[in-house]
């Protein structure tokens, strides 16, 4: 099993502690945030595989940041953990994009029971792995690559863009499909992005793996 690592925004420090305290006990790494931008900082810097949050949190409360998150394009699986448990509450959560909903208070076992439902979903069976090779394997659903099954950072394009090279093997990928694929209506597609993108993806599986068609597109040689 990829190690997993967990944001958790939870303001009452008690209850981050203990809930941390448990995951942790559970195989999963916890980064603990008490407010919406210590948040953002941890989603940009760590590798975040899932995201507890509470919902009335300093800063920005949780439906907003779980939006702006969505608006970026980051898909990350996401549990709210709130005492909000009206009907309208649940609503707006699953409506901005959440993966599940818990009400407090709750039990430690039914949250593991339910990021173990999540993990199972996103991260797949071994039907969906890939072998790349030397070690690597790619998971086609969960958009994950892993190394001897230590899970290895990639931005969220470089994942997309990894996938798209998986599913169309030794075929010519131009520019303008890739940029299609990989940018949404509202973004500015940059050439300057997907050579850094392929340049990352050829540094971790190797500079042969991906051929350059001049001022055309781009081959994954399989």
Known sequence: MV???ILLLEDDVQLSDTVKQFLEYSGYT???AYDASSAKDLLYEKNIDLMLLDIKVPHQNGFDFLQEVRDSGNFTPAIFITSLNSVDDVTKGFDIGCDDYIRKPFALKELLVRIEAISKRNFGSHDNQLDLGNGYSFDIKGL???HEDKKV??????AKLLALFLKNPNELLTYETIFEILWEYNETASQGSLRAYINTLRNTLGKNKIETIKHIGY????
């Open 153 to 158: 950072p990639l931005k969220t394009k470089e």
């Open 3 to 5: 190690q997993q690592n």
């Open 219 to 222: 081959r994954y040689v399989k």
């Open 30 to 32: 916890i980064y603990p």
């Open 144 to 146: 994950f690559l892993s």
